[in-house]
Nanobody, 124 residues
């Protein structure tokens, strides 16, 4: 059984930093692409960042580029999202996603496996 579990969310003030982690079990995603998506209250889930499985290429949404950094540790089968200079607009449930494909995508339909999400709340 494949499981993705997010952790590291919490309540912070604007300008603070958080580091989210996504721990995968039941499958090795070392060669597969992984990504982060988020869903704010009353809005649809949106793309945040992705990391390809072989080239290591990254992709970021304009709203987070320069502030967020996606990375992974394949020895731990874990992906991370470092979030700096957080803004109230970043408040959302953050989800990690994974696929067996080496290619990443901004479309959530591309990913076969999902975590349950972790809440990030940024106060002004």
């Amino acid at each position: 059984q494949v499981q993705l579990v997010e952790s590291g969310g919490g309540l912070v003030q604007a300008g603070d930093s958080l580091r989210l982690a996504c721990s995968a079990s039941g499958r090795d995603f070392a060669s597969g692409a992984m990504g982060w998506f988020r869903q704010a209250p009353g809005k649809k889930r949106e793309f945040v960042a992705t990391n390809s499985g072989t080239s290591g290429a990254t992709d970021y949404a304009d709203a987070v580029k320069g502030r967020f950094t996606i990375s992974r540790d394949n020895t731990k089968n874990t992906m991370y999202l470092q979030m700096n200079s957080l803004k109230p607009e970043d408040t959302a449930v953050y989800y990690c996603a994974a696929t067996d494909s080496e290619y990443d995508s901004r479309f959530e339909e591309w990913y076969e496996f999902w975590g349950q999400g972790t809440q990030v709340t940024v106060s002004s």
